[in-house]
């Protein structure tokens, strides 16, 4: 009798999710932290599907990857699915003209986009592109 390979089913993820990220430092200290999904990556004949994802605190992490023990950044699916279960949000949210939201803000503060508003802060809390493609701003000197 020849004994099947169990294939584990790869959990997905749509843009906009909330999922629980983990990451390892270069000096080892190892984070568990929230994040919005703002791309998704199709797998290729070489990778799996991975994602990009904007943390609570507001940093960037691209190409991550679901369940990888080996890896220094992977979302954690057992505790996203027990996180969600439980009701835990987050003021994340992704805005069809502006973007996704840098980070996690309060419910009344007003949001402004990158570049909107006066003064020289061009940085917004607002990202305008979801997958991290920035265009070129001024004239570039070669």
Not at 119 to 124: D, F, N, V
């Amino acid at each position: 009798m020849a004994v099947k390979k169990i294939k584990k089913n790869s959990v997905k993820y749509q843009i906009e999710d909330k999922v629980v990220v983990k990451t390892t430092s270069w000096t080892g200290e190892v984070r568990i932290r929230v994040a919005m999904v703002t791309n998704i990556r199709p797998a290729g004949k070489m990778a799996k599907r991975s994602y990009d994802v904007r943390t609570e605190d507001g940093s960037g992490l691209i190409m991550i990857g679901v369940d990888e023990p080996k890896s220094n950044m992977t979302i954690v699916s057992d505790i996203t699915k027990v996180w969600q279960e439980e009701g835990s949000g987050t003021n994340m949210y992704i805005h069809k003209k502006h973007g996704h939201t840098r980070a996690n803000y309060a419910n009344g503060m007003k949001l402004r986009a990158d570049g909107e508003g006066e003064g020289i802060m061009l940085t917004g809390q607002y990202e305008k592109y979801n997958d991290f493609h920035f265009p070129c701003q001024g004239p570039r000197s070669y």
